[in-house]
């Protein structure tokens, strides 16, 4: 084995045996509670509703929709509802969401080994860890050839999440990395319908399968990330170095109910007017053109990955930061649909991709969101983004969150219509 080959399976490893630094920990609390709470609010959306009703099953781990089952279907379903809204946080480095693949991995699996809230946290951390890792080491042509990060390199990461809380000895933790390797999947065609948020749950699913598939004496190939016809050779992958380090102090956290592609073009025209614009030109990191810049979009699910529909809704005093703003009825609405004909957009590789330069009647305004934002200034927003989605309940998540309370956390996710 070469030690290229050698290098990003070792350093999964050691995200699952290593202690995290307390600052990158109280991030990940945050991303804990955001998860929660768009979970929570994805639940209540109907279609995905009548989904999760179908997926029964029995056992111990807790449910959005109230219902409690085995570990892989439990992490299928709330993967899967807490991307419905697609509201959920995201890591540039890797262009992916990590928590809502890591964090589902992980309440699944803490509640089956009687794990505390703290543990649950660390495990969500690792995985979160090696999920942004895996991501940086296929690079950005497996992105652009079509594959969706969140879900492939998601998959790995829930793998080390599930595999951390179940004690697996490095040799079997290997093993579960090599079996999620043959099972990791996920495709950026299907942005804008509900497969998108399918794509998160199957891979929450597919780290719990592995993890448990390898507790129980599965074996797999050695290095099924970068071995001979592994994950990386036979999925685009660039396979470079990736160093050792704590990433999710850098995750982005979302105040707009849309894809994280346009929150910089979003934030660089707050408190603009653009009712009065004839002419509003976004510029954008050129990855972005084929994710979020759908020019039509006719379902709220495809106008939250439009830049001229998002800019129309802004444009109307639409709130974009809610999530029941984005419906179909919106998205088809004629003013804001004559409105999107007046936005062009242009890309611009001189800007990152988290950065935007909106040009409004020929006067520039500009947004980095990869500027830093103290954790107190984060903790406010995330907390106020929560009470938006769940109302009261989201001070009584945090608290279970900080008072390492996994059962009462477990229980507040439940819908207060199945409580009562």
Known sequence: MNQRSEGITALLLAYAQAEPPAGVRDVMRLSVLD???????GQAEAAFSNWAEGQRGTGVSSRFDGQTSE???AALVNGTLSHALDYDDTHFAHIGHPSVVVVSAALAMAQQCGAGMARMVDAALA???ASVSVGLWLGRD???IGFHQTATAGAFGATVAAGRLMDLAPDRMRHALGLCATMASGLKGQFGTMGKPLNAGLAARTGV????WAGRGMTSATDGLAGPWGFGETHHGAQGAVAFAWRMGDVSHKFHACCHGLHATLEAVRGVDLASADTLTVYTHPRWMSVCNQAAPDTGLGAKFSYAHVLAMTASGLDTGDVGAFTDACARNPALVAFRDRVKVLPDASLSEMQARVEVNGVAHTHDLDAAVPIDVRAARLRAK????VGSRADDIWQAIVQDDLYRFARLLIPQSVTQ
């Open 386 to 389: 929560a009470r938006g989605l």
């Open 127 to 129: 995985g979160a860890e």
């Open 71 to 73: 570990p892989a279907q």
């Open 209 to 212: 399968e592995a993890a448990m």
């Open 35 to 41: 998860w929660a709470a768009c979970g929570m609010a």
């Open 142 to 144: 497996h992105y652009e």
